[in-house]
Nanobody
Framework: QVQLVESGGGLVQAGGSLKLSCAAS????????MGWYRQAPGKQRELVAA???????NYADSVKGRFTISRDNAKNTMYLQMNSLKPEDTAVYYC?????????????WGQGTQVTVSS
């Protein structure tokens, strides 16, 4: 099992910045891909950014140039630096991890952290 705990959400004005953290614990040695997803009210959960163990990243078009995903494997922690925030970035942000073990993939979610951007 893998446990994921997000932190760093909050209320910020448009144009401001926030940094989210996701701390992983448990059977973390075989985690490969980690990512941030978000879900706004009435909308489907969507991928924001992802990073693999080697550091390769992928971003949603809507956040490219504004958000930066990073990962500290030594601290078992993933980050999302969010700059130039917009009201449409308001959502619950979830940490996600994919773990490959015993020829199977396992997927884990954190509990989510609220990000609210006021106009």
């Amino acid at each position: 099992q893998v446990q994921l705990v997000e932190s760093g959400g909050g209320l910020v004005q448009a144009g401001g910045s926030l940094k989210l953290s996701c701390a992983a614990s448990g059977n973390i040695f075989s985690i490969n891909i980690m990512g941030w997803y978000r879900q706004a009210p009435g909308k489907q959960r969507e991928l924001v950014a992802a990073i693999n163990r080697g550091g390769s990243t992928n971003y949603a078009d809507s956040v490219k140039g504004r958000f930066t995903i990073s990962r500290d494997n030594a601290k078992n922690t993933m980050y999302l630096q969010m700059n130039s925030l917009k009201p449409e970035d308001t959502a619950v942000y979830y940490c996600n991890a994919d773990r490959y073990y015993g020829s199977n993939w396992y997927n884990y979610w954190g509990q989510g952290t609220q990000v609210t951007v006021s106009s």
